[in-house]
């Protein structure tokens, strides 16, 4: 009897380890191996997992729109990933990932100092300058590292820079430069972007239509883009392109 009871116990582990074997072959079918680093946008889904078909396994089970997976070989984590990834890439390279088979992913970071922001389909960086300064020193200081006051030119954008103030804007800070400019000859009183181009009126305008105001600052307590003289100090808003690289 001990003999058959023995006999039964390894049939059942023999069994089970095969079924795994072939669940595990037929996930594989349809994953490629990257060389892709997960991003500080990613989801852990389990602290050890024993396999990294474990990992996907669990991956695709939490989350459907999933597509990338990574295990850690030391630590034996487990992260998924969307096709966009976003954020900071992890520095430790003791990663092993696998994507979906003719998946593209996206992978989006910014410069040093700016906070990559999205609201499909825009991507930005954008960064808090903490001095204040008067509407020229505030350009120019954007110009200093690659970028350009925040241009509020669509409703996205709008919505980036609302969800930017609501994360990274500390209280202590009330008005911000954005980019504008009127003529102040301009009968017609027609706000524009540095290059010329005219401003969508995407953020609320309330303006005093005074000669000598003409730029915008942005008045986070009230919600409104609201008119002053380039020589007030504020604090103001920089962006910069996001850096995007695809992977087949």
Known sequence: ??????????????????????????????????????T?????????????????????????????????????????????LTGTQFSDTEWITY???ETLIVYSYCPIGYIIINHSPVITCLRLELMT?????????????????????????????????????????????????????????IWSFHDHTVMPEHCPLETSDMPIETRLRFMIAEGICNDNTPTHFYNSVCEREATTISYL
């Open 40 to 84: 500080s946008s990613c989801i852990e889904v389990a602290n050890q997992t024993q396999s990294s078909v474990l990992c996907t396994a669990t991956c695709l089970k939490s989350h459907e729109d999933i597509v990338v997976s990574s295990r850690h070989v030391v630590s034996t984590k487990c992260v998924c990933c969307r096709s966009l």
């Open 133 to 189: 300064k008067n509407y020229s020193g505030a350009a120019l200081g954007c110009h200093a590292d690659g970028g350009n006051l925040v241009r509020i030119d669509s409703a996205e954008k709008y919505t980036i820079f609302l969800q930017f103030i609501a994360s990274h804007v500390p209280p202590s800070v009330a008005e911000i430069w954005i980019q504008s400019f009127r003529d102040p000859n301009d009968l017609n009183m």
């Open 99 to 101: 994507r979906h088979d």
């Open 1 to 38: 009897m001990r003999g058959q009871f023995y006999f039964f116990v390894i049939s059942v582990i023999f069994s089970a380890s095969v079924q795994c074997s072939l669940a595990g072959s037929a996930l594989q079918q349809r994953l490629v191996k990257s060389s892709l680093l997960p």
